[in-house]
C-alpha cells in the first residue's frame, strides 16, 4: 500500500500565470544543467569571472554528508557543558554565521541569545544576564569581522569579572587558518574548525549553524536527515526540480525591460516554526544576487502584510508563503503566491540551489560579495579620525535630521515631515522601494518593525526594514550593489553610554554611531537619497516612524503633478 500521509521533502507551487511567464528561464536552467553542476561541484556554471570563487564555494551542495560527523561531537559537548550547569548559549557572529541558528533555535522552541548588534543597550542585557550559566559562541567565518571581535572582547572581560575562567566557557567556529582559530588556540578554548568551502551565507548546515544550534538543544541530526531527504530532487535536470521552478519564478523577470518583477516579500505562512526563515532568506539572496545594478530584493514580511495582500500590492513585488506543510486552505486564500513547502533542513538547500540557479539567470556570481568592504572601510575610517558631522538640517525635540549628499528640496525642509516628504518625492512609483534601516536594540525595541507594514501601505510601494549593523551583513549588499531603486531612511539612536570594547580606543556607542554614518556616507556615495535622523531617546525613534506615515499619506493624498 502507498504511504500517503510521507511529508513532502520540498515543493514549490508556482500560480499558473507566473509559471507562464518565466517557462523560458525554467527552460534554461534546465539545459544548462545547473542542477547536476552543482552536483558535481562544477565551478564554471557563472561564467569565467565567477570561476575562481565558485571553485572554493559549493561545499554547502553536500553539507548534509560532509557535516554529519560534528553531530556527536556537539552533542558530546552540550552534556559536558550540562553536566557544569552550563545551559545559556550566548552567539557572537554576524551575518551568516547567526542567521541560520537563529532560525533553527526559533523552529526547534529552543532558547538561543544572539548578539548580532553594536548596540550598547542590547548587550548589556545580555551581558548582565545569569553568566554563571553561559557558554559564548563566538562564530565568525573569516574571524576578522569587529562587530563580533568586540562581543567577544566585552563578554570576555565579563567572564573574568565574575571569576570565570574564559578558556572553559567561549566555544570558537571559524575557518582553519583565521585570526580567531589561533586566539581560540592560545587561550585554551574549544575550537571547531568549518569547511572553508562553504561562503557565510550559505553555511547553514555546517558547524556555524550546527554547533551553537545543537549546544542550545536543537535536533541538529534530523536537520541534516531532512536535507539529505530534500536533495537528490533539487539536484536533477528535471523541470519538475522545485528549486529550478523557484529559481525561475522570483529571477526570471528581475531583467526584463516591460513588467519587470524583481523584488519579492516572503512571509512565513504556518506562524510558527519557520517564523523567523525569512530572515534568513533576505540575506542568502540579497547579498547573492544585488550586484553589478541588478538584483532580486526579498522583502521580509509578516503575512497579512501590504506586499503579500491580494489588494494593493504592487506588479514588480512577487507574494512568496514558506510554511513546514502543506495547508490546502492557506494556498487557497493567498492564490497569487508562490508556495515554498518543507521542513527547515530541506528549506536551506532548497533556497541555496534556487539562489545559485538564480545567479545565472541574472548573470552574476552568486557567491561574492563586492559592496559589503565599502560599509566597513568608511566605519573604520570614522573610528581612526574624529567623526565629521554632516550638519543637521533640523532638529525636532530629540531628533537631529541630516541628509548626506542631500537631494531634491530637502535643504529647505523645515520640518521633520517636509524632509521625510522630500525624500519620499524621489521614490520611483514603478520599481522604487524604501529602505528603513534603525540602528538600535532591535529586542527591546522590536515592536518599531510593526510600522513597516503601515509605511508601504501608505506610500503604495514596498518597503524593507533591517536593524543596522545586523542588515549590513544582510541586505546591505543589494542596496548598494544592487538596482538603484531604494530610498533610504536612517534611524540611529545615539547614547552616551560607557560600555567600553577592552583595549579598544572606541566604546560600543561610538563604534554604532560611525558603522550608521559610515553606511549613510556610502549610500549617499552612490548617488541614493539618504535622510538620517539621529535620537537621543527610544521615544523618538517610533515618532519620526509615526511622522513618516503621516508625511507618506500626504504624498500620496496630495497634489501630483
Ligand atoms: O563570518 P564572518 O567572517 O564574521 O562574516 C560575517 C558576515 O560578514 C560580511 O558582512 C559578509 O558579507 C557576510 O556574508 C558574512 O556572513
Redesign the pocket.
Known amino acids: 500500500m502507498t504511504d500517503t500521509t510521507a511529508s513532502t521533502p520540498f515543493e514549490v507551487h508556482v500560480p499558473e500565470p507566473v509559471a507562464r511567464a518565466t517557462a523560458a528561464a525554467l527552460d534554461r536552467l534546465v539545459a544548462d544543467r545547473v542542477a547536476s553542476r552543482l552536483d558535481a561541484g562544477d565551478p564554471t556554471v557563472w561564467g569565467p569571472e565567477a570561476e575562481a570563487e565558485a571553485s572554493i564555494r559549493l561545499g554547502w551542495v553536500h553539507a548534509d554528508r560532509v557535516s554529519a560527523p560534528l553531530v556527536d561531537e556537539i552533542l558530546a559537548l552540550r552534556d559536558e557543558l550540562r553536566g557544569q550547569g552550563v545551559d545559556r548559549v550566548v552567539l557572537a557572529?554576524?551575518?551568516?554565521?547567526s542567521l541560520a541558528p537563529e532560525v533553527i533555535t526559533i523552529a526547534a522552541g529552543v532558547p538561543l541569545h544572539v548578539l548580532d548588534t553594536t548596540d550598547p543597550q542590547q548587550l548589556r542585557r545580555v551581558l548582565d544576564a545569569d553568566i554563571e550559566r553561559t557558554v559564548l559562541v563566538v562564530?565568525?567565518?573569516?574571524?576578522?569581522?569587529l562587530e563580533?571581535d568586540s562581543q567577544r572582547r566585552a563578554y570576555e572581560a565579563a567572564f573574568r569579572a565574575a571569576g570565570i575562567d574564559p578558556a572553559g566557557r567561549i566555544v570558537i567556529v571559524t575557518d582553519p587558518g583565521s585570526p580567531l582559530e589561533a586566539w581560540g588556540h592560545d587561550h585554551g578554548c574549544r575550537v571547531f574548525t568549518a569547511d572553508p568551502h562553504v561562503?557565510?551565507?550559505y553555511s547553514a548546515l555546517t558547524a556555524?549553524g550546527l554547533v551553537p544550534s545543537g549546544l542550545a538543544g536543537a535536533d541538529i541530526h534530523g536537520l541534516l536527515a531532512e536535507a539529505g531527504r530534500a536533495l537528490p530532487g533539487l539536484l536533477a535536470d528535471d523541470p519538475a526540480n522545485p528549486a529550478l521552478r523557484l529559481a525561475a519564478a522570483l529571477g526570471g523577470r528581475a531583467l526584463a525591460t516591460a513588467d519587470r518583477v524583481d523584488k519579492f516579500a516572503v512571509a512565513c505562512a504556518d506562524g510558527g516554526r519557520l517564523a523567523d526563515l525569512p530572515a534568513w532568506i533576505e540575506?542568502l539572496v540579497a547579498?547573492s544576487t544585488g550586484k553589478q545594478g541588478v538584483g532580486v530584493l526579498p522583502i521580509a514580511v509578516a503575512a497579512g502584510d501590504l506586499e503579500v495582500a491580494a489588494q494593493g500590492r504592487t506588479a514588480d513585488v512577487q507574494p512568496v508563503a514558506v510554511a513546514d506543510r502543506t495547508d490546502a486552505a492557506a494556498q487557497a486564500a493567498l492564490p497569487d503566491a508562490v508556495w515554498v513547502t518543507g521542513p527547515l533542513g530541506a528549506q536551506f538547500v532548497g533556497w541555496e540551489v534556487a539562489t545559485a540557479a538564480m545567479g545565472l539567470l541574472l548573470g552574476i556570481d552568486p557567491f561574492d560579495?563586492p559592496d559589503?568592504e565599502s560599509a566597513?572601510a568608511a566605519a573604520r575610517t570614522l573610528l581612526e579620525h574624529p567623526v565629521e558631522e554632516t550638519p543637521a538640517l533640523l532638529t525636532d525635540g530629540t531628533l537631529t535630521v541630516s541628509a548626506p549628499g542631500e537631494f531634491g528640496p530637502v535643504a529647505e525642509a523645515a520640518t521633520l515631515a517636509d524632509a521625510l516628504a522630500a525624500l519620499f518625492d524621489q521614490l520611483d512609483d514603478t520599481l522604487g522601494y524604501v529602505a528603513v534601516q534603525v540602528y538600535a536594540d532591535r529586542i527591546g525595541l522590536g515592536d518599531l518593525v510593526s510600522r513597516r507594514d503601515a509605511l508601504a501601505r501608505a506610500l503604495g510601494r514596498p518597503v524593507t526594514f533591517g536593524w543596522g549593523p545586523r542588515f549590513?551583513?544582510?541586505t546591505?549588499?543589494y542596496h548598494k550593489g544592487g538596482p538603484a531603486e531604494g530610498v533610504f531612511l536612517q534611524l540611529t539612536r545615539v547614547s552616551d553610554d560607557p560600555l567600553a570594547i577592552p583595549e579598544r580606543p572606541f566604546g560600543f556607542a561610538r563604534l554604532i554611531r560611525a558603522q550608521a554614518t559610515g553606511d549613510a556616507q556610502v549610500l549617499a556615495g552612490h548617488d541614493l537619497p539618504v535622510l538620517r535622523i539621529e535620537s537621543t531617546d527610544d521615544a523618538g525613534l517610533a515618532r519620526a516612524l509615526d511622522t513618516a506615515v503621516t508625511a507618506a499619506r500626504s504624498r500620496r493624498s496630495g497634489p501630483r503633478d
Open positions: 557572529g554576524m551575518g551568516g554565521s562564530s565568525s567565518k573569516s574571524g576578522s569581522t563580533t561562503g557565510g551565507r556555524f540575506q547579498e560579495q559589503v566597513k549590513l551583513h544582510s546591505g549588499q
